[in-house]
T-cell receptor, first 116, second 112 residues
Framework: KQEVTQIPAALSVPEGENLVLNCSFT??????LQWFRQDPGKGLTSLLL?????REQTSGRLNASLDKSSGRSTLYIAASQPGDSATYLC???????????????FGEGTQLTVNP | NAGVMQNPRHLVRRRGQEARLRCSPM?????VYWYRQLPEEGLKFMVY????????ESGMPKERFSAEFPKEGPSILRIQQVVRGDSAAYFC??????????FGPGTRLTVL
């Protein structure tokens, strides 16, 4: 059974700092890994999706890496801003397209606060 | 192309009542997934449906919960005889081919 863990559970940093969020998963047989952002009381916004064959993806100040063999992913946020404050969720998708192949297994998230 | 729509956004029910949560997928998407987020917990998969078929319901509680995705109209997640433990945010996601999932804003269910 796939389990996803995110460390730290909460993080508070001053504005401008670079930071790293960590995600680990127990079963390396994944189809892809996705990072989401969730604002309080809101839905999920997809930030980056990394296919199992890829090592990293970049979008603006965000960079996500994937080391499938060790079951780890990191989300790097450069030059953090107060608007980055949110909960960041990591989710992995199992391989295959039938039955359980499309479900996402989520970590419990890292709550980020960027202080002005 | 409008995003995934869920309604109502907030739903209050008394214990023993029924809750019906609706999800309209993005245009052209025939795959729908439901997830539940209990207070202070991560999102947990409940059920995966394709038009008129349940593909995977392994995350759905065995009793009181059901889901459907009819040929016409939205997907419905139905909770009968709600209890306080059902209070949570329920998220729907859709995808065109069972791949990348696009999430709706969620329905926040409160059971009094």
């Amino acid at each position: 059974k796939q389990e996803v863990t995110q460390i730290p559970a909460a993080l508070s940093v001053p504005e401008g700092e670079n930071l790293v969020l960590n995600c680990s998963f127990t079963d390396s047989a994944i189809y892809n890994l996705q990072w989401f952002r969730q604002d309080p009381g809101k839905g999920l916004t997809s930030l980056l999706l990394i296919q199992s064959s890829q090592r990293e993806q970049t979008s603006g100040r965000l960079n996500a890496s994937l080391d499938k063999s060790s079951g780890r992913s990191t989300l790097y946020i450069a030059a953090s801003q107060p608007g980055d404050s949110a909960t960041y969720l990591c989710a992995v998708r199992a391989p295959g397209r039938e039955t359980s192949g499309s479900r996402l297994t989520f970590g419990e998230g890292t709550q980020l606060t960027v202080n002005p | 192309n409008a995003g995934v729509m869920q309604n109502p956004r907030h739903l209050v029910r008394r214990r023993g009542q029924e809750a019906r949560l609706r999800c309209s997928p993005m245009k052209g998407h025939s795959h729908v997934y439901w997830y539940r987020q209990l207070p202070e917990e991560g999102l947990k998969f409940m059920v995966y449906l394709q038009k008129e078929n349940i593909i995977d319901e392994s995350g759905m509680p065995k009793e009181r919960f059901s889901a459907e995705f009819p040929k016409e109209g939205p997907s419905i997640l139905r909770i009968q005889q709600v209890v306080r433990g059902d209070s949570a945010a329920y998220f729907c996601a859709s995808s065109p081919h069972g791949d990348t999932q696009y999430f709706g804003p969620g329905t926040r269910l409160t059971v009094l």
